[in-house]
């Protein structure tokens, strides 16, 4: 007779929220406090570091992935591309330490110039290899995963670094990346909290069985009630920031961000795994911390330009 397993109980509901909220709460701190330590050179040191390793981890995440859907790529190249991608951009928007006087152009110029290059690359990668016969299948995997992860991740740096008019309230860019972060998290939150305890109808069962239409509109909820709330205790640090700008993009923020979890979702389901990783308890991998913030990050960035600031 074989001996009896102890198989761990599962957690409920309540604890899986519990320790992701603590993760989520404790990574987020970390980074905060370095962005608002008072010393730039700190600050600033210490958000690339921190944006480039979550950036490159989600990506090897992604690739993983692909792997276990059988689906080759070049992950050497894509991890280095990604690398230099996000340490050029930071450099482009940080050229004021040089006497040079930055812009949101110069560092947009950077980026479609590196993906050009990249692409030339990774067809040049598939001419020299002597194994792989999948090339099409490889290039693409690999500029998508780049695309994906680290490009989109990349905005981040963009909010963070917005060139704001002069007499603009200081460090105006690392308030509105904070608000973009609590935005999204709580929209998070608020889809898990609202769909445990009265979601019932299913919204794509065959990605994620446990999104529900009841959550979604939990998301949309708690996000615009946070949005609000923010604006009405730091609304003057945010140029352009009214009630009504923060009604839009809660609502907007919400939705893009519960579109970005399905479409991790969909990605894991295929690959046939829980979580793309187990760095974080309750949460998973990078990539499931990362996954509603992708697509936020340029929305965000572009409602700054564009309407916030647009003059």
Known sequence: MSEPTNAKPTPSKAQVFARRLLSTLLLWTVILVAMFCGNHYVSDGVFIVLVVFLALTGLVEFYALAEKRGLASFKISGVVGALLLMLGTFFHLTTKYFGINDSPARANDFE?????????????????????????VAISTTLFGLMYVPWLFNFIQKINFFSFAPGSPA?????????????????DMGAYAVGSLIGKHKMIPRISPGKTWEGFFGAILVSTGASLAFVHFFGEKMVGMNYLHAVILGVILSITAVIGDLIESLFKREAGVKDSGALFPGIGGILDLLDSLLFNAPIMYLYLRHILTHP
């Open 112 to 136: 479609t110039g590196f993906l050009i290059l990249f692409v030339l690359g990774l067809c040049v990668r598939q001419f020299v290899s002597k194994s792989n016969t999948a090339g099409l």
């Open 171 to 187: 460090d105006a860019g690392k308030f509105f990346l904070l608000y973009f972060i609590l935005i999204t998290k709580f929209s």
